[in-house]
């Protein structure tokens, strides 16, 4: 079967001509395969060029990044509201109080919000959310790294770095030895959380997607492809 590379992601495909279509047409299935569509009448080439075309779409989909499904609304910050922290949605309560800058506690599975008053509504929100974002990303920092560091003996792997960081379409990154987390990947449940985690670690010891490299996940995460498809379905979800 024939396979697109995005990076380190190898993907198989399979094309069928086709009466049914005047144009080439892409979508994956749940088993991370791609269909290519294709009028009889296209060439090789020509199905080869959409895919190049549509290679961050293709990644983005893979990764969980976009779904059919409308995301989130944005958050407004308003009592009431719920955020999500490792896989749960907590109530948010918020209170104006005498302070210079917004500053959120988490607490007993309430998050608590003291803020400033704001004459505008969007500078409300922006400094809030702005604030909010700062909290995950520490506790991603401190949460990730500790997780990290429970599965390194396990897998007998020496990673020269962690780095946990925004990462716009991956949610871990393995780069020559040093490994990126995405920080919303606190937002996630644990066990989502430690597949992303022993697959980076991994890649030190295989750097391709190889049946080697998932023999290597699956001693230490059996059940890694359904966490796989959880991530994949609901990763568009994990936002604030
Ligand atoms: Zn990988």
Same mark, same amino acid.
């Given at each position: 079967?024939?396979?697109?590379?995005?990076?380190?992601? !190898?993907?198989?495909?399979?094309?069928?001509?086709?009466?049914?279509?005047?144009?080439?047409?892409?979508?994956?299935?749940?088993?991370?395969?791609?269909?290519?569509?294709?009028?009889?009448?296209?060439?090789?080439?020509?199905?080869?060029?959409?895919?190049?075309?549509?290679?961050?779409?293709? =990644?983005? #989909?893979?990764?969980?990044?976009?779904?059919?499904?409308?995301?989130?609304?944005? #958050?407004?910050?308003?009592?009431?509201?719920?955020?999500?922290?490792?896989?749960?949605?907590?109530? =948010?309560?918020?209170?104006? +109080?005498?302070?210079?800058?917004?500053?959120?506690?988490?607490?007993?599975?309430?998050?608590?919000?003291?803020?400033?008053?704001?004459?505008?509504?969007?500078?409300? +929100?922006?400094?809030?959310?702005?604030? @909010?974002? !700062?909290?995950? #990303?520490? #506790?991603?920092?401190? !949460?990730?790294?500790?997780? @990290?560091?429970?599965?390194?003996?396990?897998?007998?792997?020496?990673?020269?770095?962690?780095?946990? +960081?925004?990462?716009?379409?991956?949610?871990?990154?393995?780069?020559?030895?040093?490994?990126?987390?995405?920080?919303?990947?606190?937002?996630?449940?644990? +066990?989502?959380?430690?597949?992303?985690?022993?697959?980076?670690?991994? !890649? =030190?010891?295989?750097?391709?997607?190889?049946?080697?490299?998932?023999?290597?996940?699956?001693?230490?995460?059996?059940?890694?492809?359904?966490?796989?498809?959880?991530?994949?379905?609901?990763?568009?979800? =994990?936002?604030?």
């Amino acid at each position: 079967m024939k396979e697109v590379h995005i990076g380190q992601v !190898h993907i198989p495909y399979s094309v069928e001509w086709t009466d049914r279509t005047e144009t080439i047409g892409i979508s994956l299935d749940p088993s991370m395969e791609l269909k290519v569509n294709a009028p009889r009448d296209a060439t090789t080439e020509e199905v080869e060029e959409v895919i190049e075309k549509k290679k961050k779409w293709i =990644l983005d #989909k893979v990764n969980g990044f976009k779904e059919e499904e409308t995301p989130p609304r944005d #958050k407004e910050f308003l009592s009431g509201e719920k955020l999500l922290f490792k896989g749960r949605r907590y109530l =948010l309560k918020t209170e104006q +109080r005498n302070v210079k800058s917004p500053e959120l506690r988490f607490k007993k599975g309430v998050f608590k919000l003291e803020h400033p008053s704001y004459r505008k509504e969007q500078q409300r +929100r922006e400094e809030i959310r702005e604030n @909010v974002l !700062h909290w995950y #990303k520490e #506790k991603a920092g401190n !949460h990730l790294t500790e997780r @990290v560091n429970r599965y390194i003996p396990e897998l007998g792997v020496e990673p020269q770095s962690i780095h946990i +960081r925004d990462l716009p379409r991956n949610w871990g990154k393995y780069e020559n030895g040093d490994i990126h987390f995405n920080w919303r990947l606190v937002l996630a449940p644990q +066990r989502i959380q430690d597949y992303v985690i022993v697959h980076e670690l991994a !890649h =030190l010891e295989h750097q391709d997607h190889s049946q080697f490299f998932w023999n290597t996940v699956g001693s230490i995460i059996p059940d890694y492809e359904d966490r796989r498809e959880w991530l994949r379905i609901n990763g568009n979800k =994990l936002n604030i």
